[in-house]
């Protein structure tokens, strides 16, 4: 789905230049703002379900899939089989945290100083209430903070959205899908 080929008609509608025409010519589709919405709902997948599902030796509860995957994670994993042989408490999967998730996922290492470029950064906090972010910010734009200098922020939400009118159809180029 293309943002760049998205746009509103004057009458409310929804149209959506087509990539490639259909065999019979079809170059656009229209839809009712409430139907483009559901078509792409029906497109978001169920939370906590997994996109790629795994079967035979690679799937989650085989006997084999220690032995096939370079984790060596499984049920007969012998990392597993160490960890029950020298402990007394049932085996527990330790799950990443959000910091290793930022490095394995957007290779964005939040433990190294941007500085001095050493790996010396202790986590001591995650703020996650909207109100003390927001007075931390003040804070440092108060202090001319070069954290809060950046220019490359996305635009306000309240600025007025962007449109320009074409014939019979409004292209609006800030289109935010409901979201």
């Given at each position: 789905?293309?943002e760049?080929r998205?746009?509103?008609?004057?009458?409310?509608?929804v149209?959506?230049?087509?990539?490639?025409?259909?065999?019979d010519?079809?170059?656009?589709v229209?839809?009712?703002?409430?139907?483009?919405?559901?078509?792409?709902?029906?497109l978001?997948?169920?939370?906590?379900?997994?996109?790629?599902?795994f079967?035979?030796?690679?799937?989650p509860?085989?006997?084999l899939r220690?032995?096939?995957?370079?984790?060596?994670?499984g049920?007969?994993?012998?990392r597993?089989?160490?960890?029950?042989?020298?402990?007394?408490?049932?085996?527990?999967?330790?799950?990443?945290?959000?910091a290793?998730?930022l490095?394995?996922?957007f290779n964005?290492?939040i433990?190294?100083?941007?500085?001095?470029?050493?790996?010396?950064?202790k986590?001591i906090?995650c703020?996650?209430?909207?109100?003390?972010i927001y007075k931390i910010?003040?804070?440092l734009?108060?202090l001319?903070?070069?954290?809060?200098?950046?220019?490359?922020?996305a635009?306000?939400?309240f600025?007025?959205?962007?449109?320009?009118v074409?014939?019979?159809?409004?292209?609006?180029r800030?289109?935010?899908?409901?979201?």
């Amino acid at each position: 789905m293309s943002e760049k080929r998205l746009s509103l008609t004057t009458t409310g509608n929804v149209r959506y230049e087509l990539k490639t025409p259909y065999t019979d010519g079809t170059t656009h589709v229209f839809f009712s703002p409430i139907d483009f919405i559901s078509k792409l709902a029906a497109l978001v997948p169920p939370p906590r379900l997994n996109l790629t599902r795994f079967y035979g030796v690679f799937a989650p509860n085989s006997n084999l899939r220690a032995e096939v995957t370079a984790s060596q994670r499984g049920k007969n994993s012998p990392r597993l089989a160490e960890h029950l042989k020298d402990s007394d408490k049932p085996y527990h999967a330790r799950s990443m945290s959000w910091a290793q998730r930022l490095k394995r996922v957007f290779n964005i290492d939040i433990t190294e100083c941007e500085s001095c470029e050493k790996t010396n950064v202790k986590i001591i906090a995650c703020i996650t209430d909207p109100a003390t972010i927001y007075k931390i910010i003040m804070h440092l734009d108060k202090l001319d903070s070069l954290i809060t200098a950046n220019t490359c922020r996305a635009p306000s939400v309240f600025e007025p959205v962007q449109t320009s009118v074409i014939d019979d159809y409004t292209i609006q180029r800030d289109f935010d899908f409901g979201a």
